[in-house]
C-alpha cells in the first residue's frame, strides 16, 4: 500500500483506523465509511499496512502503547492522520500499576468533615465515609465537577450534601488532587458512583503528516 493509494481511498471515502485490545493481544480494525471492513480482497492491502505498517510505526519508532483511533484525511493534497490515544490504563490497573481508588483523590474525610462547626463533635471512620461524584474535562477547556453525595454508614448514618460550605471545599480539594495525579490527557472523565470504585477514561491527542511517520 503506498502513497498513492491511501490518497485516492481518502479522496473517496472516510477512514478510520483503531486497535482493539482482546485477551489475545491487539488487534487492528479499519473502517470504511463507518463500515467495518474484514477480509474483503479489495481492501486486503489497506488492511495488511494498518496492521504491519502504520501501527508497528506507532509502538516500535514511536514508541507509544496506548490504544488509539486514527482518522485519516487529505489536508493540502497531503495525507493527515489524526489519533486519538487512550492512556486509562495507567491508572486502571490492568498492567500491575495500582488502581486509583476515590479515598486517593479525596482528603481524609473524617478531619476534613470535623472542620466544618456543625460537624466538629461527629464521631467519624473513614472506611464508613463515601463520596460520590463526576468529573469530567474536555478539550475546550471546560471542566465539570458535580459531589452526587456525601455520607456516612455505620453507627453515624448521615449525608452532609446539603452544607453548601462543605460541598464547595470538597470540589475545590478533588479538582486540586485530579489535576496533581492525573498527567498527559486532552480529556479526562472520572465517575465514582459507589464511592468505592472509579470508572474513568483519559485521552490525548496528536496530530502527524505522512513524512512524519514514514519519512
Not at 472542620?115 to 471542566?143: A, Q, R, V
Not at 465539570?144 to 448514618?157: A, F, P, V
Request: hydrophobic share 35%; charged share 30%; glycine share 4%.
Amino acid at each position: 500500500m503506498d502513497v498513492h493509494n491511501l490518497i485516492e481511498i481518502c479522496k473517496k471515502h472516510k477512514l478510520e483506523i483503531q486497535t482493539d485490545t482482546t485477551p489475545y493481544g491487539r488487534s487492528i480494525i479499519v473502517y470504511i465509511d463507518d463500515k467495518k471492513i474484514d477480509n474483503q480482497v479489495e481492501y486486503s492491502d489497506l488492511l495488511d499496512w494498518s496492521y504491519s505498517v502504520l501501527n508497528e510505526t506507532i509502538v516500535n519508532q514511536l514508541e507509544i502503547l496506548d490504544s488509539y483511533n486514527c482518522k485519516v484525511i487529505i489536508k493540502e493534497d497531503t495525507l493527515k492522520f489524526d489519533f486519538e490515544f487512550n492512556n486509562s490504563w495507567e491508572y486502571e490497573g490492568s498492567y500491575g500499576e495500582d488502581k486509583v481508588t476515590p479515598n486517593e483523590l479525596l482528603p481524609y474525610l473524617p478531619d476534613f468533615i470535623n472542620g466544618f462547626d456543625e460537624f466538629k463533635n461527629l464521631s467519624l471512620e473513614e472506611e464508613s465515609l463515601f463520596c460520590s461524584f463526576t468529573y469530567e474535562k474536555k478539550l475546550i477547556n471546560t471542566l465539570k465537577l458535580e459531589i452526587h453525595d456525601i455520607w456516612s454508614e455505620g453507627e453515624t448514618e448521615i449525608s452532609f450534601l446539603s452544607c453548601v460550605d462543605l460541598i464547595e471545599s470538597l470540589k475545590q480539594e478533588l479538582i486540586e488532587s485530579i489535576e496533581l495525579k492525573f498527567s498527559g490527557h486532552d480529556e479526562l472523565w472520572i465517575c465514582s458512583e459507589d464511592g468505592t470504585e472509579i470508572s474513568l477514561l483519559s485521552t490525548y491527542n496528536k496530530e502527524f503528516w505522512y513524512e512524519d511517520l514514514f519519512g
